[in-house]
Protein backbone atom coordinates (compact mmCIF):
# COMPACT_ATOMS: atom_id res chain seq x y z
CA UNK A 1 0.00 0.00 0.00
CA UNK A 2 1.45 3.30 -1.13
CA UNK A 3 1.43 6.72 0.94
CA UNK A 4 -1.43 8.93 0.54
CA UNK A 5 -2.50 11.95 2.25
CA UNK A 6 -6.26 12.68 2.94
CA UNK A 7 -8.81 14.83 5.18
CA UNK A 8 -10.18 13.26 8.69
CA UNK A 9 -13.76 15.12 9.47
CA UNK A 10 -13.85 16.42 13.23
CA UNK A 11 -16.69 17.70 14.53
CA UNK A 12 -16.58 19.08 18.05
CA UNK A 13 -19.66 21.25 19.81
CA UNK A 14 -18.57 21.52 23.58
CA UNK A 15 -22.14 21.62 24.31
CA UNK A 16 -22.55 17.77 23.02
CA UNK A 17 -20.14 16.32 24.86
CA UNK A 18 -18.70 13.89 22.19
CA UNK A 19 -16.28 14.53 19.48
CA UNK A 20 -17.25 13.02 16.07
CA UNK A 21 -14.34 11.67 13.83
CA UNK A 22 -15.00 10.51 9.88
CA UNK A 23 -12.61 9.15 7.46
CA UNK A 24 -12.09 6.42 4.68
CA UNK A 25 -9.53 4.07 4.88
CA UNK A 26 -8.60 1.50 1.93
CA UNK A 27 -9.18 -1.96 2.65
CA UNK A 28 -5.95 -4.42 1.73
CA UNK A 29 -5.81 -7.01 -0.13
CA UNK A 30 -8.52 -6.51 -3.01
CA UNK A 31 -8.58 -7.57 -6.81
CA UNK A 32 -5.79 -5.71 -8.94
CA UNK A 33 -7.40 -3.07 -10.60
CA UNK A 34 -9.98 -2.17 -7.57
CA UNK A 35 -9.99 0.03 -4.91
CA UNK A 36 -12.39 -0.79 -1.65
CA UNK A 37 -12.32 1.43 0.77
CA UNK A 38 -14.10 1.46 4.28
CA UNK A 39 -15.93 4.60 5.88
CA UNK A 40 -15.15 4.77 9.62
CA UNK A 41 -17.45 7.03 11.83
CA UNK A 42 -16.39 7.46 15.79
CA UNK A 43 -18.05 9.05 18.88
CA UNK A 44 -15.83 9.28 21.79
CA UNK A 45 -16.44 11.34 24.64
CA UNK A 46 -14.54 14.98 24.61
CA UNK A 47 -13.23 14.07 28.20
CA UNK A 48 -11.85 11.12 27.12
CA UNK A 49 -7.84 10.76 26.61
CA UNK A 50 -6.53 10.75 23.29
CA UNK A 51 -4.51 7.40 23.84
CA UNK A 52 -8.12 5.26 24.15
CA UNK A 53 -9.09 7.40 21.23
CA UNK A 54 -6.25 6.39 18.80
CA UNK A 55 -6.34 2.54 20.48
CA UNK A 56 -9.75 2.45 19.46
CA UNK A 57 -9.30 3.70 15.81
CA UNK A 58 -6.14 1.23 15.26
CA UNK A 59 -7.74 -1.84 16.36
CA UNK A 60 -11.12 -0.86 14.67
CA UNK A 61 -9.25 0.32 11.03
CA UNK A 62 -7.05 -3.46 11.83
CA UNK A 63 -10.88 -5.60 11.74
CA UNK A 64 -12.29 -4.03 9.11
CA UNK A 65 -10.02 -3.14 6.73
CA UNK A 66 -7.11 -6.29 7.18
CA UNK A 67 -9.09 -9.36 7.57
CA UNK A 68 -6.85 -12.15 9.25
CA UNK A 69 -4.66 -14.57 7.49
CA UNK A 70 -5.59 -18.45 7.24
CA UNK A 71 -2.81 -20.46 9.34
CA UNK A 72 -1.82 -23.36 6.85
CA UNK A 73 -0.40 -26.52 8.05
CA UNK A 74 2.78 -27.66 6.12
CA UNK A 75 2.66 -30.19 4.02
CA UNK A 76 3.55 -33.62 5.50
CA UNK A 77 6.80 -34.09 3.02
CA UNK A 78 8.30 -31.06 3.58
CA UNK A 79 8.37 -31.66 7.37
CA UNK A 80 7.63 -35.09 8.12
CA UNK A 81 8.92 -34.95 11.53
CA UNK A 82 5.48 -32.93 13.27
CA UNK A 83 2.36 -33.55 11.76
CA UNK A 84 0.49 -30.90 13.55
CA UNK A 85 3.21 -28.63 12.79
CA UNK A 86 1.75 -24.88 11.68
CA UNK A 87 3.27 -22.25 10.08
CA UNK A 88 2.85 -18.92 12.44
CA UNK A 89 2.62 -15.89 10.35
CA UNK A 90 2.88 -12.43 11.80
CA UNK A 91 -0.12 -10.19 11.99
CA UNK A 92 -0.43 -7.00 10.69
CA UNK A 93 -0.27 -4.09 13.51
CA UNK A 94 -2.00 -0.63 12.74
CA UNK A 95 -1.16 2.12 14.73
CA UNK A 96 -2.79 5.65 15.04
CA UNK A 97 -0.48 8.29 16.00
CA UNK A 98 -1.84 11.59 16.09
CA UNK A 99 0.66 15.08 15.47
CA UNK A 100 0.77 18.67 15.64
CA UNK A 101 0.37 20.70 12.79
CA UNK A 102 4.09 21.17 13.24
CA UNK A 103 4.46 17.48 13.38
CA UNK A 104 5.48 16.90 16.73
CA UNK A 105 3.07 14.00 18.46
CA UNK A 106 0.79 15.30 20.48
CA UNK A 107 0.56 14.15 24.13
CA UNK A 108 -1.42 10.72 24.65
CA UNK A 109 -3.08 12.41 27.92
CA UNK A 110 -4.43 15.53 26.35
CA UNK A 111 -8.05 14.95 26.19
CA UNK A 112 -9.85 14.85 23.20
CA UNK A 113 -11.47 18.47 22.93
CA UNK A 114 -7.67 19.78 22.97
CA UNK A 115 -6.00 17.36 20.74
CA UNK A 116 -7.90 17.91 17.67
CA UNK A 117 -6.55 21.02 16.46
CA UNK A 118 -7.59 21.53 13.04
CA UNK A 119 -4.39 21.23 10.78
CA UNK A 120 -3.18 17.95 12.78
CA UNK A 121 -2.05 15.24 11.33
CA UNK A 122 -3.71 11.74 12.20
CA UNK A 123 -1.40 8.57 11.08
CA UNK A 124 -2.93 5.64 10.56
CA UNK A 125 -0.66 2.98 9.19
CA UNK A 126 1.20 4.18 6.52
CA UNK A 127 -1.60 6.79 5.50
CA UNK A 128 -2.16 10.45 6.94
CA UNK A 129 -5.19 12.49 6.99
CA UNK A 130 -4.77 16.44 7.48
CA UNK A 131 -7.98 17.02 10.73
CA UNK A 132 -10.40 19.54 9.65
CA UNK A 133 -12.33 20.49 12.90
CA UNK A 134 -15.91 22.06 12.32
CA UNK A 135 -15.20 22.49 8.74
CA UNK A 136 -17.88 23.97 6.58
CA UNK A 137 -20.42 21.32 5.84
CA UNK A 138 -23.79 21.11 3.95
CA UNK A 139 -25.68 17.89 5.77
CA UNK A 140 -28.71 17.91 3.74
CA UNK A 141 -29.15 19.41 0.58
CA UNK A 142 -32.81 19.28 -1.74
CA UNK A 143 -34.60 21.06 -4.27
CA UNK A 144 -38.09 21.17 -4.89
CA UNK A 145 -39.93 18.26 -6.95
CA UNK A 146 -41.88 20.56 -8.79
CA UNK A 147 -39.93 23.46 -10.43
CA UNK A 148 -41.59 25.95 -12.72
CA UNK A 149 -40.09 28.04 -15.77
CA UNK A 150 -40.30 31.67 -14.87
CA UNK A 151 -40.02 31.08 -11.31
CA UNK A 152 -37.05 31.49 -9.23
CA UNK A 153 -35.75 28.47 -7.14
CA UNK A 154 -33.69 27.82 -4.11
CA UNK A 155 -31.99 24.64 -2.08
CA UNK A 156 -32.86 23.66 0.39
CA UNK A 157 -29.69 23.21 3.42
CA UNK A 158 -28.93 22.33 6.08
CA UNK A 159 -25.27 23.46 6.90
CA UNK A 160 -23.16 23.43 10.11
CA UNK A 161 -20.20 25.95 10.53
CA UNK A 162 -21.03 28.52 7.99
CA UNK A 163 -23.37 30.56 6.68
CA UNK A 164 -25.86 30.49 3.32
CA UNK A 165 -23.93 33.23 2.16
CA UNK A 166 -20.76 31.65 2.25
CA UNK A 167 -22.13 28.66 0.25
CA UNK A 168 -21.20 28.67 -3.62
CA UNK A 169 -23.89 27.40 -6.27
CA UNK A 170 -23.29 26.28 -9.21
CA UNK A 171 -26.51 24.93 -11.23
CA UNK A 172 -26.26 22.44 -14.32
CA UNK A 173 -29.11 20.99 -16.91
CA UNK A 174 -29.54 18.65 -19.31
CA UNK A 175 -31.86 17.13 -21.53
CA UNK A 176 -31.35 13.98 -21.22
CA UNK A 177 -29.55 11.28 -19.10
CA UNK A 178 -27.01 10.13 -21.57
CA UNK A 179 -26.50 14.11 -22.22
CA UNK A 180 -23.35 15.95 -19.91
CA UNK A 181 -24.18 18.30 -17.46
CA UNK A 182 -23.87 22.26 -18.92
CA UNK A 183 -23.44 24.78 -16.18
CA UNK A 184 -26.29 27.64 -16.26
CA UNK A 185 -25.31 29.81 -13.40
CA UNK A 186 -23.21 30.50 -10.28
CA UNK A 187 -25.78 33.09 -8.36
CA UNK A 188 -27.31 31.28 -5.25
CA UNK A 189 -30.86 31.76 -7.04
CA UNK A 190 -31.65 30.30 -10.39
CA UNK A 191 -34.76 30.79 -12.97
CA UNK A 192 -35.35 28.42 -15.40
CA UNK A 193 -36.26 29.57 -18.63
CA UNK A 194 -39.19 29.08 -20.66
CA UNK A 195 -37.07 26.99 -22.92
CA UNK A 196 -35.72 24.75 -20.18
CA UNK A 197 -39.20 23.42 -19.35
CA UNK A 198 -38.85 19.37 -19.40
CA UNK A 199 -35.20 19.60 -18.49
CA UNK A 200 -33.13 18.06 -15.76
CA UNK A 201 -31.67 20.53 -13.34
CA UNK A 202 -28.77 19.62 -11.03
CA UNK A 203 -27.85 22.16 -7.80
CA UNK A 204 -24.04 21.69 -6.36
CA UNK A 205 -23.53 23.57 -3.42
CA UNK A 206 -20.15 24.27 -1.45
CA UNK A 207 -19.69 25.24 1.84
CA UNK A 208 -16.56 28.02 1.86
CA UNK A 209 -15.40 29.84 5.40
CA UNK A 210 -12.56 31.75 4.74
CA UNK A 211 -9.76 29.65 3.43
CA UNK A 212 -11.84 26.62 4.30
CA UNK A 213 -13.72 24.42 1.82
CA UNK A 214 -16.27 21.80 2.94
CA UNK A 215 -17.41 18.75 0.51
CA UNK A 216 -19.33 19.53 -2.00
CA UNK A 217 -23.24 18.20 -2.02
CA UNK A 218 -25.36 17.83 -4.74
CA UNK A 219 -29.30 17.66 -5.67
CA UNK A 220 -31.46 17.33 -8.74
CA UNK A 221 -34.72 17.39 -9.98
CA UNK A 222 -35.76 15.18 -13.11
CA UNK A 223 -37.93 17.60 -15.20
CA UNK A 224 -38.73 21.47 -15.04
CA UNK A 225 -42.54 22.14 -15.31
CA UNK A 226 -43.98 24.91 -18.12
CA UNK A 227 -45.26 27.81 -16.40
CA UNK A 228 -48.88 27.91 -16.30
CA UNK A 229 -48.80 30.96 -18.15
CA UNK A 230 -48.93 34.76 -17.88
CA UNK A 231 -50.30 35.25 -14.11
CA UNK A 232 -52.66 37.71 -13.26
CA UNK A 233 -50.44 39.23 -10.94
CA UNK A 234 -47.74 40.23 -13.48
CA UNK A 235 -50.29 42.77 -14.36
CA UNK A 236 -50.37 44.43 -10.99
CA UNK A 237 -46.89 44.08 -11.46
CA UNK A 238 -46.63 46.37 -14.09
CA UNK A 239 -47.55 49.40 -11.45
CA UNK A 240 -44.43 47.85 -8.97
CA UNK A 241 -41.36 47.70 -11.33
CA UNK A 242 -39.14 49.84 -9.50
CA UNK A 243 -38.07 50.41 -6.11
CA UNK A 244 -39.20 53.69 -4.31
CA UNK A 245 -36.95 56.38 -2.70
CA UNK A 246 -37.41 57.98 0.85
CA UNK A 247 -40.35 59.51 2.15
CA UNK A 248 -42.11 56.66 -0.30
CA UNK A 249 -42.34 52.93 1.11
CA UNK A 250 -44.11 50.05 -0.39
CA UNK A 251 -46.19 47.99 1.67
CA UNK A 252 -47.59 44.25 1.52
CA UNK A 253 -49.81 42.75 3.31
CA UNK A 254 -50.92 38.67 2.07
CA UNK A 255 -52.22 35.57 3.39
CA UNK A 256 -50.46 33.20 1.32
CA UNK A 257 -52.12 30.13 2.51
CA UNK A 258 -50.54 27.76 5.19
CA UNK A 259 -50.01 23.98 3.86
CA UNK A 260 -52.07 22.69 6.37
CA UNK A 261 -54.99 24.19 5.30
CA UNK A 262 -54.21 23.74 1.49
CA UNK A 263 -53.15 20.09 1.22
CA UNK A 264 -55.28 17.56 2.89
CA UNK A 265 -58.24 15.51 1.89
CA UNK A 266 -60.97 17.82 3.57
CA UNK A 267 -59.34 20.88 1.40
CA UNK A 268 -59.03 19.32 -1.61
CA UNK A 269 -62.92 17.67 -1.54
CA UNK A 270 -64.46 20.23 0.71
CA UNK A 271 -62.88 23.58 0.24
CA UNK A 272 -60.96 23.75 -3.24
CA UNK A 273 -62.77 21.26 -5.29
CA UNK A 274 -61.97 22.91 -7.99
CA UNK A 275 -58.63 23.04 -7.54
CA UNK A 276 -56.09 19.78 -8.80
CA UNK A 277 -54.19 18.54 -6.11
CA UNK A 278 -50.83 18.97 -7.28
CA UNK A 279 -51.42 22.60 -7.75
CA UNK A 280 -52.43 23.25 -3.84
CA UNK A 281 -49.14 21.36 -3.13
CA UNK A 282 -46.83 24.07 -1.38
CA UNK A 283 -44.02 22.83 -3.62
CA UNK A 284 -45.57 24.04 -6.63
CA UNK A 285 -47.74 26.98 -4.93
CA UNK A 286 -44.17 28.44 -3.54
CA UNK A 287 -43.01 28.75 -6.79
CA UNK A 288 -45.41 31.16 -8.09
CA UNK A 289 -45.58 33.12 -4.21
CA UNK A 290 -41.57 33.51 -4.82
CA UNK A 291 -42.19 35.22 -8.20
CA UNK A 292 -45.53 36.83 -6.94
CA UNK A 293 -44.34 38.22 -3.38
CA UNK A 294 -40.47 39.76 -5.45
CA UNK A 295 -42.41 41.32 -8.06
CA UNK A 296 -44.03 43.76 -5.94
CA UNK A 297 -40.47 45.38 -4.50
CA UNK A 298 -42.06 45.93 -1.59
CA UNK A 299 -40.04 48.11 1.53
CA UNK A 300 -42.00 46.16 3.85
CA UNK A 301 -44.15 42.76 3.54
CA UNK A 302 -46.20 41.37 6.25
CA UNK A 303 -47.22 37.92 5.48
CA UNK A 304 -50.24 35.59 7.51
CA UNK A 305 -50.24 31.75 7.39
CA UNK A 306 -46.48 31.68 6.73
CA UNK A 307 -45.17 27.91 6.85
CA UNK A 308 -42.43 27.64 8.68
CA UNK A 309 -40.68 24.93 6.60
CA UNK A 310 -41.37 27.70 3.95
CA UNK A 311 -39.88 30.62 5.89
CA UNK A 312 -36.03 29.54 6.63
CA UNK A 313 -35.01 27.09 4.23
CA UNK A 314 -36.86 28.83 1.12
CA UNK A 315 -38.38 32.33 1.58
CA UNK A 316 -36.18 33.80 3.59
CA UNK A 317 -33.26 32.73 1.52
CA UNK A 318 -35.22 34.20 -1.92
CA UNK A 319 -36.01 37.52 -0.40
CA UNK A 320 -32.79 37.81 1.08
CA UNK A 321 -31.25 37.49 -2.09
CA UNK A 322 -33.14 40.44 -3.25
CA UNK A 323 -31.70 42.59 -0.38
CA UNK A 324 -34.99 41.88 1.93
CA UNK A 325 -34.90 40.39 5.92
CA UNK A 326 -37.05 38.85 7.74
CA UNK A 327 -38.76 37.14 11.02
CA UNK A 328 -41.31 35.02 11.72
CA UNK A 329 -43.21 33.72 14.53
CA UNK A 330 -45.82 30.79 15.10
CA UNK A 331 -49.52 31.11 15.54
CA UNK A 332 -50.16 30.62 19.07
CA UNK A 333 -46.29 30.15 19.98
CA UNK A 334 -46.47 25.97 18.87
CA UNK A 335 -48.64 25.88 15.54
CA UNK A 336 -46.60 25.04 11.72
CA UNK A 337 -47.70 28.30 10.60
CA UNK A 338 -47.98 31.89 11.46
CA UNK A 339 -46.84 35.42 10.68
CA UNK A 340 -43.74 36.80 9.20
CA UNK A 341 -42.24 40.33 8.51
CA UNK A 342 -39.75 41.78 5.88
CA UNK A 343 -38.24 44.78 5.28
CA UNK A 344 -35.78 46.10 2.59
CA UNK A 345 -32.48 46.02 4.11
CA UNK A 346 -31.89 49.46 2.34
CA UNK A 347 -34.10 51.42 3.56
CA UNK A 348 -34.63 49.58 7.39
CA UNK A 349 -32.90 47.94 10.26
CA UNK A 350 -34.78 46.13 12.61
CA UNK A 351 -34.67 47.79 16.10
CA UNK A 352 -36.77 44.75 17.56
CA UNK A 353 -38.86 42.41 17.51
CA UNK A 354 -41.97 41.27 19.64
CA UNK A 355 -44.38 38.33 19.12
CA UNK A 356 -48.08 37.91 21.74
CA UNK A 357 -50.47 35.37 21.97
CA UNK A 358 -52.65 37.18 22.39
CA UNK A 359 -55.28 34.71 24.66
CA UNK A 360 -52.23 34.59 26.98
CA UNK A 361 -52.06 38.23 26.77
CA UNK A 362 -55.45 38.76 28.02
CA UNK A 363 -55.02 35.85 30.97
CA UNK A 364 -51.42 37.03 32.27
CA UNK A 365 -50.88 40.57 31.49
CA UNK A 366 -52.03 42.50 35.11
CA UNK A 367 -52.86 45.06 33.07
CA UNK A 368 -55.56 43.56 31.27
CA UNK A 369 -57.29 42.61 34.50
CA UNK A 370 -60.37 45.25 33.25
CA UNK A 371 -60.99 43.06 30.60
CA UNK A 372 -60.34 39.81 31.71
CA UNK A 373 -62.72 40.37 34.66
CA UNK A 374 -65.85 40.86 32.86
CA UNK A 375 -64.99 38.12 30.42
CA UNK A 376 -64.78 35.53 32.97
CA UNK A 377 -68.67 36.29 34.18
CA UNK A 378 -70.00 34.64 31.14
CA UNK A 379 -68.11 31.30 30.61
CA UNK A 380 -68.57 30.15 27.39
CA UNK A 381 -67.71 33.29 25.84
CA UNK A 382 -64.44 33.10 27.67
CA UNK A 383 -63.14 30.00 26.69
CA UNK A 384 -63.92 30.48 22.91
CA UNK A 385 -61.62 33.76 23.33
CA UNK A 386 -59.15 32.15 25.18
CA UNK A 387 -58.90 28.92 23.42
CA UNK A 388 -57.79 31.23 20.15
CA UNK A 389 -54.30 30.57 18.84
CA UNK A 390 -54.38 34.50 17.23
CA UNK A 391 -50.95 36.25 17.47
CA UNK A 392 -49.76 39.54 17.30
CA UNK A 393 -46.25 40.11 15.76
CA UNK A 394 -44.51 43.61 16.31
CA UNK A 395 -41.11 44.64 14.65
CA UNK A 396 -39.89 48.26 15.00
CA UNK A 397 -37.97 49.19 12.20
CA UNK A 398 -35.52 52.40 12.07
CA UNK A 399 -35.66 54.18 8.84
CA UNK A 400 -32.25 54.64 7.24
CA UNK A 401 -32.85 58.20 6.03
CA UNK A 402 -33.70 59.40 9.11
CA UNK A 403 -33.10 58.66 12.03
CA UNK A 404 -35.22 60.05 14.43
CA UNK A 405 -37.99 58.15 12.86
CA UNK A 406 -39.54 54.64 13.73
CA UNK A 407 -42.51 52.75 12.03
CA UNK A 408 -44.06 50.18 14.24
CA UNK A 409 -45.32 47.49 12.03
CA UNK A 410 -48.12 45.55 13.47
CA UNK A 411 -48.94 42.18 11.39
CA UNK A 412 -52.35 40.00 12.66
CA UNK A 413 -54.27 37.25 11.74
CA UNK A 414 -57.67 37.26 13.78
CA UNK A 415 -59.88 34.46 14.37
CA UNK A 416 -61.91 33.24 11.65
CA UNK A 417 -65.37 31.89 12.20
CA UNK A 418 -68.11 34.07 10.68
CA UNK A 419 -69.97 33.85 14.29
CA UNK A 420 -67.05 34.68 15.88
CA UNK A 421 -67.29 38.78 15.75
CA UNK A 422 -66.71 39.11 19.69
CA UNK A 423 -63.96 37.02 19.71
CA UNK A 424 -62.34 39.32 17.39
CA UNK A 425 -63.19 42.61 18.58
CA UNK A 426 -61.31 41.18 22.37
CA UNK A 427 -58.34 40.02 20.40
CA UNK A 428 -58.16 43.48 18.58
CA UNK A 429 -58.25 45.33 22.02
CA UNK A 430 -55.59 43.57 23.15
CA UNK A 431 -53.68 44.02 20.03
CA UNK A 432 -54.23 47.92 20.46
CA UNK A 433 -52.70 47.97 24.18
CA UNK A 434 -50.14 45.87 23.09
CA UNK A 435 -49.14 47.96 19.81
CA UNK A 436 -49.46 51.05 22.48
CA UNK A 437 -47.11 50.72 25.05
CA UNK A 438 -44.13 49.47 22.54
CA UNK A 439 -45.02 52.72 20.65
CA UNK A 440 -44.90 54.58 24.01
CA UNK A 441 -42.01 53.20 25.04
CA UNK A 442 -39.81 54.63 21.96
CA UNK A 443 -41.57 58.00 22.22
CA UNK A 444 -40.46 58.82 25.64
CA UNK A 445 -36.58 58.03 24.18
CA UNK A 446 -37.29 60.71 21.98
CA UNK A 447 -38.72 58.42 18.69
CA UNK A 448 -40.84 59.48 16.11
CA UNK A 449 -42.88 56.36 15.67
CA UNK A 450 -45.36 55.82 13.40
CA UNK A 451 -47.72 52.51 13.41
CA UNK A 452 -49.35 50.48 10.68
CA UNK A 453 -51.10 47.62 11.11
CA UNK A 454 -51.89 45.31 8.70
CA UNK A 455 -53.22 41.51 8.43
CA UNK A 456 -56.15 39.06 8.08
CA UNK A 457 -58.81 40.33 10.41
CA UNK A 458 -61.46 38.42 8.90
CA UNK A 459 -63.78 41.18 9.34
CA UNK A 460 -65.36 43.07 6.81
CA UNK A 461 -64.53 46.99 6.59
CA UNK A 462 -67.49 48.51 8.57
CA UNK A 463 -67.53 45.34 11.38
CA UNK A 464 -66.61 46.33 15.34
CA UNK A 465 -63.15 45.39 15.12
CA UNK A 466 -62.23 47.45 11.73
CA UNK A 467 -64.57 50.26 13.23
CA UNK A 468 -62.68 50.52 16.53
CA UNK A 469 -59.17 49.99 15.26
CA UNK A 470 -59.77 52.70 12.94
CA UNK A 471 -62.05 55.03 15.18
CA UNK A 472 -60.14 54.30 18.63
CA UNK A 473 -63.25 53.34 20.83
CA UNK A 474 -66.09 50.57 20.70
CA UNK A 475 -69.26 51.17 22.56
CA UNK A 476 -70.16 48.52 25.02
CA UNK A 477 -73.42 48.41 22.78
CA UNK A 478 -71.80 47.35 19.80
CA UNK A 479 -74.20 44.85 17.80
CA UNK A 480 -71.02 42.46 17.62
CA UNK A 481 -71.09 41.84 21.14
CA UNK A 482 -73.82 40.41 20.85
CA UNK A 483 -73.01 38.21 18.59
CA UNK A 484 -73.92 34.62 19.42
CA UNK A 485 -77.28 36.42 21.27
CA UNK A 486 -78.37 37.75 24.52
CA UNK A 487 -77.26 34.72 26.51
CA UNK A 488 -73.41 35.90 25.17
CA UNK A 489 -73.68 39.84 26.28
CA UNK A 490 -70.89 41.08 28.33
CA UNK A 491 -72.09 44.19 29.91
CA UNK A 492 -69.27 47.26 30.51
CA UNK A 493 -66.93 45.97 27.48
CA UNK A 494 -66.41 49.86 26.04
CA UNK A 495 -63.13 50.23 24.86
CA UNK A 496 -60.44 53.02 23.67
CA UNK A 497 -57.06 53.69 22.32
CA UNK A 498 -55.33 56.71 21.64
CA UNK A 499 -54.50 55.71 17.67
CA UNK A 500 -56.67 57.11 14.55
CA UNK A 501 -56.02 54.98 11.75
CA UNK A 502 -57.53 54.80 8.01
CA UNK A 503 -58.15 52.01 5.74
CA UNK A 504 -54.93 52.30 3.19
CA UNK A 505 -56.32 49.74 0.82
CA UNK A 506 -60.40 48.88 -0.14
CA UNK A 507 -61.61 46.58 -2.19
CA UNK A 508 -64.80 44.49 -2.74
CA UNK A 509 -62.94 41.22 -1.84
CA UNK A 510 -59.42 40.18 -0.78
CA UNK A 511 -60.44 36.62 -0.66
CA UNK A 512 -62.72 34.81 -3.01
CA UNK A 513 -63.64 31.06 -2.42
CA UNK A 514 -66.95 30.41 -2.99
CA UNK A 515 -68.20 34.08 -0.96
CA UNK A 516 -66.39 36.94 -1.56
CA UNK A 517 -65.36 39.57 0.76
CA UNK A 518 -62.25 42.09 1.87
CA UNK A 519 -60.52 40.05 5.53
CA UNK A 520 -57.30 41.73 4.57
CA UNK A 521 -57.13 45.03 5.46
CA UNK A 522 -53.56 47.72 6.05
CA UNK A 523 -54.68 50.58 8.60
CA UNK A 524 -52.24 53.50 8.63
CA UNK A 525 -51.86 56.08 11.14
CA UNK A 526 -53.92 59.13 10.21
CA UNK A 527 -51.35 62.16 10.23
CA UNK A 528 -48.26 60.16 9.69
CA UNK A 529 -48.81 58.59 6.14
CA UNK A 530 -50.57 59.31 3.27
CA UNK A 531 -51.65 57.06 0.31
CA UNK A 532 -49.64 57.97 -2.74
CA UNK A 533 -51.11 54.83 -4.70
CA UNK A 534 -53.23 51.30 -4.34
CA UNK A 535 -51.66 49.18 -6.60
CA UNK A 536 -55.39 48.07 -8.45
CA UNK A 537 -56.20 44.65 -7.80
CA UNK A 538 -56.76 41.92 -10.44
CA UNK A 539 -60.10 41.83 -11.99
CA UNK A 540 -63.00 39.78 -10.84
CA UNK A 541 -62.79 37.77 -14.39
CA UNK A 542 -59.48 36.65 -13.80
CA UNK A 543 -60.29 35.56 -10.26
CA UNK A 544 -63.41 33.61 -11.83
CA UNK A 545 -61.25 32.43 -14.90
CA UNK A 546 -60.51 29.29 -13.12
CA UNK A 547 -63.69 29.05 -10.44
CA UNK A 548 -62.16 30.98 -7.42
CA UNK A 549 -58.81 30.86 -5.39
CA UNK A 550 -56.76 29.29 -5.20
CA UNK A 551 -55.91 27.65 -8.72
CA UNK A 552 -52.80 27.17 -10.99
CA UNK A 553 -52.42 30.81 -11.98
CA UNK A 554 -53.47 32.03 -8.05
CA UNK A 555 -51.40 30.18 -5.24
CA UNK A 556 -53.46 31.27 -2.29
CA UNK A 557 -56.86 32.06 -1.37
CA UNK A 558 -56.44 35.27 -0.51
CA UNK A 559 -54.90 38.78 -2.87
CA UNK A 560 -52.29 40.40 -1.85
CA UNK A 561 -52.62 44.03 -0.55
CA UNK A 562 -50.10 46.56 -2.13
CA UNK A 563 -50.17 50.43 -1.84
CA UNK A 564 -47.18 52.87 -1.71
CA UNK A 565 -47.58 55.29 1.13
CA UNK A 566 -46.21 58.94 1.47
CA UNK A 567 -43.89 59.26 4.97
CA UNK A 568 -45.85 62.52 5.99
CA UNK A 569 -43.87 65.71 7.78
CA UNK A 570 -42.68 64.58 11.34
CA UNK A 571 -45.34 65.56 14.22
CA UNK A 572 -44.34 68.02 16.05
Known amino acids: MTSNSSKVSVRCVSEEGRISISFTYPKAMTPPGKVAVRVFNFSRSLE??????????????????????????PKQKDHPESENLEIQMEEPVVNALLLTPEGQPVSS????????????????????????????????????????????????????FCYPDN??????????DSDPWTLESEEKIFQPRESDAGHKLKVVVTPVVD?????????????????????????????????????KLRFMSYNILAEAYANSDYSHKAMYPWCE???????????????????????????????????????????????????????GGRLSEGLATFFRKSRFSLVESCNVVLSHELCKNPSNQDILEKLQTNAEVFESIRGRNASLQMSVLQCLSDSNRQVCVANTHFYFRPDAANVRLVQAIISMRCIERLVSSYKAKGFDVSVIFAGDFNCLEFAGTATFIKSGSVSEKHVDWYQGGRDHYIPGLGFSHPFRFEEACVFPYTSYVGYNAQLDHIFIEKGRFTVDKVIPMSTHEEVMELTALPNKMFPSDHLALICDLLWNEPMK
Open 277 to 331: EKYLSLDYRKQLLYKEILGYNADIICLQECDSKLFEPYLHSVLANQGLDGVFTRK
Open 167 to 176: CKSQWFMRDK
Open 109 to 160: EVANKDAWQDGSILVIGDRRFTVARNAPSVNKLAIDKYLVTECPVSPTMDIE
Open 48 to 73: ETLSKTLERIGLYVLEKCFPKRKKNK
Open 211 to 247: EKVGDAKEATVDSILLSPGRCPFEKRQQHTNTLLEYP
